[in-house]
């Protein structure tokens, strides 16, 4: 498949950011008696100095695009990126993958020689501000709540993660940005075309799937443990992506690639346990790559280990998690452009909304990143 065809984006709307910032406000913009500087809009200055004469401090590059006119992070201009955002219903486990993936992926930098660290010290105090530690004692995190276009304040997920990768002879950095949503957005046919381009500007999404809605899992584990169901069909979220694309990309234009991810696979793992089920015939053999997890040991994207966990997983859905629409979209959605993924950030089923006392070596979490990363050039295709 071809590169990503632009190296750096806004991290908030997503749009293609030109080679040269055109546009620059005043960072201060307030006046004090409640009236704002000449420059509190972004403009073009081409060839002044590039100071708020009023406010005396330099003006930052804002996005270009009208209705997003964000000031980039610092330094944003020297970077590339590689900007995704999360889809897949209700408390299907996007913002505990989202913590999960950051803490992994500065210990995966580290295996792998490469330096990767929050983007500046304010997005890293901004982290952890957002995500206490995942443990036994502390609560998982409440339902996102729906964000709305224009609305009084910024919400958290708004705001996206920014991860550094430096690597060795490389002369920019690149930038992980990672953004949340509310399942109650995506599940919404009508949510706001503007507000929500992000989603298909990304250079990836990805589609949680919960398999605790499939019944060959309710069946095994029902009394065991805690199972939540959106009552809500991924393969409509994904619909409902597809419509946004369509009025926001128009009906020819490529789709971001799609990691259609099953996640909580702890589940799916643990009702393949119970002797004589769908599941566990499903899954009873050692050599299937759904019980290896070689994800974090290597730095390249296993190619083979990729394409056969794949065909493993569309049967998995098609098959045992009555997701036959989910594989049917994949397989319309153009070759190579979507991949199934299986993903625990838990590693076990939280017990009472708390992390269990034996969780979580997480399980494949970095192989959607990795894809991603390895579309952008990032990582070698192995
Ligand atoms: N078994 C298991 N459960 C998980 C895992 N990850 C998350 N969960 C459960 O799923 C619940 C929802 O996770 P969230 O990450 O908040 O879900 P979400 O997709 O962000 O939900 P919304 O914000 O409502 O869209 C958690 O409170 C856990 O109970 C996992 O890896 N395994
Ligand atoms: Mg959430
Ligand atoms: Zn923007
Ligand atoms: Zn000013």
Same mark, same amino acid.
């Given at each position: ?216 899992? %309710? ?7 805690? *199972?939540?169901? +959106? !009552?809500?069909? @991924? #393969? =409509? ?126 399980? %494949? ?7 991603? *990363?390895?579309? +952008? !050039?990032?990582? @070698? #295709? =192995?």
């Amino acid at each position: 498949m071809s590169q990503q065809l632009t190296d750096r984006r806004c991290p908030y709307c997503f749009a293609a950011l030109p080679a040269k910032h055109e546009l620059v406000a005043c960072p201060v913009k307030s006046k004090g008696d409640g009236s704002e500087c000449a420059m509190a809009t972004p403009q073009s200055i081409a060839g002044e100095k590039g100071i708020c004469e009023e406010h005396g401090v330099a003006l930052v590059p804002h996005c270009w695009y009208e209705s997003c006119r964000q000031a980039l992070p610092p330094g944003w201009h020297e970077v590339t990126t590689t900007c995704l955002a999360m889809a897949g219903t209700r408390n299907s486990g996007k913002t505990v993958y989202v913590w999960m993936v950051a803490n992994l992926l500065l210990t995966w930098g580290r295996l792998n020689g490469l330096t990767v660290s929050h983007y500046s010290t304010e997005s890293r105090i901004s982290f952890e501000q957002r995500f206490t530690r995942l443990d036994p004692s502390a609560s998982l995190y409440g339902s996102t709540a729906p964000e709305s276009p224009g609305g009084f304040r910024r919400q958290v997920q708004q705001e996206p993660i920014m991860l550094r990768i430096q690597e060795a002879g490389r002369s920019r950095d690149h930038v992980l940005v990672l953004r949340d949503v509310a399942g109650e957005n995506v599940q919404d046919a009508a949510m706001d075309r503007e507000h929500f381009r992000f989603l298909v500007q990304a250079d990836g999404l990805i589609l949680l799937v919960d398999p605790g809605d499939a019944r060959a899992v %309710r069946n095994a584990l029902d009394g065991h443990v805690d *199972l939540h169901s +959106a !009552g809500f069909n @991924p #393969a =409509a979220v994904w619909g409902n992506v597809e419509s946004l694309a369509g009025s926001v990309l128009g009906s020819g234009a490529r789709r971001p690639p799609m990691a259609v991810t099953i996640s909580k696979f702890d589940l799916v793992l643990a009702a393949s346990q119970v002797p004589e089920t769908p599941l566990s015939e499903a899954l009873a053999g050692h050599g299937l790559r759904i019980h290896h997890d070689p994800s974090l040991d290597h730095r390249a994207y296993d190619l083979d280990d990729a394409d056969l966990l794949d065909c493993e997983l569309r049967t998995l859905c098609a098959r045992y998690l009555d997701q036959p629409q989910l594989v049917e979209r994949a397989q319309a959605f153009g070759d190579g452009r979507a991949r199934f993924f299986a993903i625990s950030s838990l590693g076990t089923p939280p017990v009472a909304q708390r992390v269990a006392r034996h969780g979580t070596p997480s399980y %494949r979490c970095l192989d959607p990143i990795k894809w991603f *990363l390895m579309l +952008a !050039g990032l990582v @070698p #295709a =192995a």
